[in-house]
Nanobody
């Protein structure tokens, strides 16, 4: 059974930094892509960053230049470095991975979410 365990969330002041980590474990054969999403109260869940198995990354304009997504530990950990945080970055952040099981089928897995709060 695949599990995604997130860590690194918390509360910081504007301009501060946080690093979110998503550890993937269980019966997954490989990870094709990792991503982070966020959802503020009363708003839709938006893509924050995505990284492919080849290392390509994509970011929306709202976080470009401030956030960096990466894969570590043999590709089984997806991290998000967040710098120059703003109050509008406050949200619940969700890790998502796209993987392949032993039968070659692609599956999507979500973390439970971790709170990030940016305030003075």
């Amino acid at each position: 059974q695949v599990q995604l365990v997130e860590s690194g969330g918390g509360s910081v002041q504007p301009g501060g930094s946080l690093r979110l980590s998503c550890a993937v474990s269980g019966s997954i054969f490989s990870i094709n892509a990792g991503a982070w999403y966020r959802q503020a109260p009363g708003k839709q869940r938006d893509l924050v960053a995505i990284i492919t198995s080849g290392g390509s990354t994509e970011y929306p304009d709202s976080v470009k230049g401030r956030f960096t997504i990466s894969r570590d530990n043999g590709g089984n950990m997806v991290s998000l470095q967040m710098n120059s945080l703003k109050s509008e970055d406050t949200a619940v952040y969700y890790c998502k991975v796209t993987g392949v099981n032993s039968y070659g089928s692609t599956r999507i897995y979500w973390g439970q979410g971790t709170q990030v709060t940016v305030s003075s």
